[in-house]
């Protein structure tokens, strides 16, 4: 008689690499939820007309991008849990609203009268320019990949 083995055999074991590609979707999606209840919680403390939009836009904007990814799931779209594009023009189009995005977190911070409007102004233009840089590295490396 055979002793009994414990644990999952070696070729039953799932890579890290697997792990984070199921898990992913789901951390982005609790992400976006909390950056909404964030932003109601902001606007329903705000002290001023600033704080009290850019809170409901946070909230706003976080559940409009939550709902597109799970509408963008369900329709099949495999690039649905990226935030790079690999399309040249795509590209081109994406780093001028960023940039936009960029200008106007920047003007917003330099306006602002209280803390939390100028931090959200700053944290707009830095997320802006780290997205920016990411495409950029994932368009040009994708290029490169594909020409070998």
């Known amino acids: 008689m055979e002793p009994m083995q414990e644990g999952p055999l070696p070729r039953d074991r799932v890579g890290f690499g697997e792990l984070w590609r199921w898990t992913a979707p789901w951390l982005f999606g609790a992400l976006l939820v909390v950056a909404a209840l964030v932003g109601l919680f902001a606007a329903s403390r705000a002290?001023?007309?600033?704080?009290?939009?850019?809170?409901?836009?946070?909230?706003?904007?976080?559940?409009?991008?939550?709902?597109?990814?799970?509408?963008?799931?369900?329709?099949?779209?495999?690039?649905?849990?990226?935030?790079?594009?690999?399309?040249?023009?795509?590209?081109?189009?994406?780093?001028?609203?960023?940039?936009?995005?960029?200008?106007?977190?920047?003007?917003?911070?330099?306006?602002?009268?209280?803390?939390?409007?100028?931090?959200?102004?700053?944290?707009?233009?830095?997320?802006?320019?780290?997205?920016?840089?990411a495409n950029l590295k994932h368009y040009f490396d994708r290029r490169e990949h594909d020409r070998r």
């Open 47 to 133: 002290q001023d007309e600033g704080s009290y939009a850019i809170g409901f836009a946070t909230a706003g904007l976080s559940l409009l991008w939550l709902a597109w990814r799970i509408k963008s799931v369900f329709d099949g779209d495999p690039a649905a849990v990226s935030l790079l594009v690999e399309d040249s023009t795509a590209l081109v189009v994406l780093i001028l609203l960023l940039a936009a995005l960029a200008v106007a977190g920047l003007f917003l911070a330099a306006r602002a009268a209280a803390t939390l409007p100028e931090a959200a102004g700053y944290a707009l233009f830095l997320v802006s320019l780290a997205l920016i840089f």
